[in-house]
Every structure is written in C-alpha cells, then in structure tokens.
Nanobody, 111 residues
C-alpha cells in the first residue's frame, strides 16, 4: 500500500488549497478514505472521511462548511478542497486507509 499526498503549501488566511492523495497497492474503490491532520505540538485529528460505496462524508466540526472531501475511483485519488483557511488549520495533512498512512503534506496558513 502506498499513499502519496501533494498540494500543501503556504497560504494567506481566507485562501484555498486543494490536497490530493494518490493511492496504490489495494482496491481503492472498496475502501473508505480519510484525511487527518497534526498541528505542531498537538495530536493527530481526523478531518474528513468519505465512504467507499455511497460516497457519504463526515467532517470534524471545525472544518464543516469550509472543507470538502471527494474521491475519483478511476484515478485512485482522494481530494481535500480547503476554503476560507484559518491560521488554526496549519498542520501536516495525511491521508489514511485502514492501518496505512501517507507521509503527509504541510499546510501553513499565515499572513
């Protein structure tokens, strides 16, 4: 199993970023996918989840209405569209399936 994230960077408050996670080594369409984040000095937090079948989504309260998780099963890719970013969104964002994790992509929200 391999998960490779991209799309992070430095953005001003109120800005947007789109994260991508390309998966390989397992039947992608059969599994729920998740985005987690870990801010400096804090524990890992589940940000969003998307189911394998219905495509239903779940979000942590702090990102509801600002972030959107989606998936493209043809491309084995899960996305996280992040809008109206805030300094408190600064973290390393990682995608996850079952017991596997990517290395993460850093997001810094600062003016």
């Amino acid at each position: 199993v391999q998960l490779v994230e991209s799309g992070g960077g430095l953005v001003q408050p109120g800005g947007s970023l789109r994260l991508s996670c390309v998966a390989s080594g397992f039947p992608f369409s059969n599994y729920d996918m998740r985005w987690y984040r870990q801010a400096p000095g804090k524990g890992r937090e589940l940000v969003a989840d998307i189911s394998s079948t219905s495509g239903s989504t779940v979000y942590v309260d702090s990102v509801k209405g600002r972030f959107t998780i989606s998936r493209d099963n043809a491309k084995n890719t899960v996305y996280l569209q992040m809008n109206s970013l805030k300094p408190e969104d600064t973290a390393v964002y990682s995608c996850n399936v079952q017991f596997y994790w990517g290395k993460g992509t850093p997001v810094t929200v600062s003016s």
